[in-house]
């Protein structure tokens, strides 16, 4: 379906994918370049109307009904994952929308805490949901705006624009080089003779802890040592001559910034020229940055990236997402259509190593880029 052009009356369902991060991590609040892509794992929620001003929503894993009063003000309650939904509720409450009432089972194939994006599948599905009920809609730029704010507003993460603006624009086929100054959008194709495998370490990570709104506070004190309004204007050179002046932390992570906004194009570049040395070369160097300079990986994370370089066919691996956790992202080799399993063999051979090494039986799946948001009648 496309834009809504009328309010829908029938029971339906709206998905929204995650996304896994190719490289360029931590550079989207720096006004930096990212290369996300969706993903086919996915938050659904399935939607009944009602005859009142309430949404009554419930997941799959928690069948005590939240209730919340489209009425009148909805404000954060706790730490509750249900501010994901308040806020994009009354971020559209704000701009006038009039949401009719309505019941949802939430259910998803993307797991949470693994750094996949699953708050902003769930937000970019519950605005789908309200563009649906209300049958009008925002540009998809300024849907994933209203998103990043619920998320900082009502979940207390002061994320950049890379995940809603993946999810919101995912293209089959595609990640996306997304310029997070100017906004711009570069659809890039990604070779059908290679995959992308996801692999989770087992280790569940909470950007609310306080770690990423840190790494947030130290690249914008470099900048401001640095004299610019964010790192996306210091130069490798620049930085360099400015080593006295910055402190070892925030030289540290100044130096993460500007070398993963430098990868982002370089990698663009190879993977348009299959250059498959350059790729695996890129990634190696932005899971060493993340973990040393930028202080966001974990020894398991380290331990995947370690072992995928044994693992034949595995062109190169690095953490993804925001880090203290999560997956870590591989691309693979799949060879021609009628090679089906090479890519699944080169994924299992990754997990038994994890699993020998490190005892956990990581859960694992390739995936191909994905489309964004859906909406299906029921």
Same mark, same amino acid.
């Not at 990043?148 to 002061?158: L, N, S």
């Not at 210091?234 to 910034?257: G, K």
């Given at each position: 379906?496309?834009?809504?052009?009328?309010?829908?009356?029938?029971?339906?369902?709206?998905?929204?994918?995650?996304?896994?991060?190719?490289?360029?991590?931590?550079?989207?609040?720096?006004?930096?370049?990212?290369?996300?892509?969706?993903?086919?794992?996915?938050?659904?929620?399935?939607?009944?109307?009602?005859?009142?001003?309430?949404?009554?929503?419930?997941?799959?894993?928690?069948?005590?009904?939240?209730?919340?009063?489209?009425?009148?003000?909805?404000?954060?309650?706790?730490?509750?994952?249900?501010?994901?939904?308040?806020?994009?509720?009354?971020?559209?409450?704000?701009?006038?929308?009039?949401?009719?009432?309505?019941?949802?089972?939430?259910?998803?194939?993307?797991?949470?805490?693994?750094?996949?994006?699953?708050?902003?599948?769930?937000?970019?599905?519950?605005?789908?949901?309200?563009?649906?009920?209300?049958?009008?809609?925002?540009?998809?730029?300024?849907?994933?705006?209203?998103?990043?704010?619920?998320?900082?507003?009502?979940?207390?993460?002061?994320?950049?624009?890379?995940?809603?603006?993946?999810?919101?624009?995912?293209?089959?086929?595609?990640?996306?080089?997304?310029?997070?100054?100017?906004?711009?959008?570069?659809?890039?194709?990604?070779?059908?003779?290679?995959?992308?495998?996801?692999?989770?370490?087992?280790?569940?990570?909470?950007?609310?802890?306080?770690?990423?709104?840190?790494?947030?506070?130290?690249?914008?004190?470099?900048?401001?040592?640095?004299?610019?309004?964010?790192?996306?204007? @210091?130069?490798?050179?620049?930085?360099? +001559? &400015?080593?006295?002046?910055?402190? %070892?932390? /925030?030289?540290? $992570? =100044?130096? !993460?910034?500007?070398?993963?906004?430098?990868?982002?194009?370089?990698?663009?570049?190879?993977?348009?020229?299959?250059?498959?040395?350059?790729?695996?070369?890129?990634?190696?160097?932005?899971?060493?940055?993340?973990?040393?300079?930028?202080?966001?990986?974990?020894?398991?994370?380290?331990?995947?990236?370690?072992?995928?370089?044994?693992?034949?066919?595995?062109?190169?691996?690095?953490?993804?997402?925001?880090?203290?956790?999560?997956?870590? @992202?591989?691309?693979?080799?799949?060879? +021609? &259509?009628?090679?089906?399993?090479? %890519?699944? /063999?080169?994924? $299992? =051979?990754? !997990?038994?190593?994890?699993?020998?090494?490190?005892?956990?039986?990581?859960?694992?799946?390739?995936?191909?880029?994905?489309?964004?948001?859906?909406?299906?009648?029921?």
């Amino acid at each position: 379906m496309s834009s809504p052009s009328e309010p829908v009356t029938v029971s339906f369902a709206a998905s929204a994918p995650g996304r896994v991060n190719l490289i360029g991590e931590h550079t989207d609040y720096n006004d930096g370049f990212v290369l996300p892509m969706a993903i086919e794992r996915h938050v659904t929620i399935r939607v009944r109307p009602r005859g009142d001003r309430l949404a009554v929503l419930r997941t799959q894993r928690d069948r005590r009904p939240v209730t919340i009063d489209l009425t009148a003000t909805i404000h954060p309650v706790g730490r509750s994952w249900s501010n994901y939904v308040r806020g994009v509720i009354e971020g559209y409450r704000r701009i006038g929308f009039a949401i009719p009432g309505f019941d949802a089972e939430i259910s998803a194939t993307l797991p949470a805490g693994a750094g996949l994006s699953s708050s902003a599948a769930i937000e970019v599905a519950m605005a789908t949901v309200v563009e649906t009920l209300c049958g009008r809609s925002l540009p998809r730029a300024e849907k994933a705006l209203l998103c990043q704010q619920a998320e900082h507003e009502y979940a207390g993460v002061p994320c950049g624009i890379m995940d809603q603006f993946a999810v919101c624009f995912g293209q089959a086929g595609h990640a996306l080089c997304l310029d997070c100054r100017s906004r711009e959008i570069e659809p890039v194709p990604i070779d059908d003779t290679v995959r992308v495998l996801v692999i989770d370490s087992g280790v569940k990570h909470s950007l609310a802890d306080g770690e990423y709104a840190k790494r947030r506070r130290e690249c914008a004190e470099a900048a401001r040592l640095l004299g610019v309004s964010s790192l996306r204007d @210091v130069t490798p050179a620049d930085l360099s +001559r &400015a080593v006295p002046a910055l402190p %070892a932390t /925030e030289l540290a $992570r =100044a130096r !993460h910034v500007v070398g993963e906004i430098a990868r982002v194009p370089a990698f663009v570049r190879a993977l348009s020229a299959a250059d498959w040395n350059a790729i695996g070369a890129l990634m190696g160097e932005s899971h060493r940055s993340l973990s040393t300079d930028y202080a966001v990986s974990c020894a398991e994370l380290d331990l995947l990236v370690e072992l995928s370089g044994r693992i034949p066919g595995i062109i190169g691996c690095r953490m993804t997402g925001g880090g203290f956790g999560g997956c870590a @992202v591989a691309l693979v080799e799949a060879g +021609r &259509a009628e090679e089906t399993g090479r %890519a699944e /063999e080169t994924g $299992r =051979a990754l !997990h038994d190593a994890y699993r020998a090494a490190s005892g956990i039986d990581a859960a694992w799946f390739l995936t191909a880029a994905a489309s964004g948001p859906t909406v299906v009648v029921e």
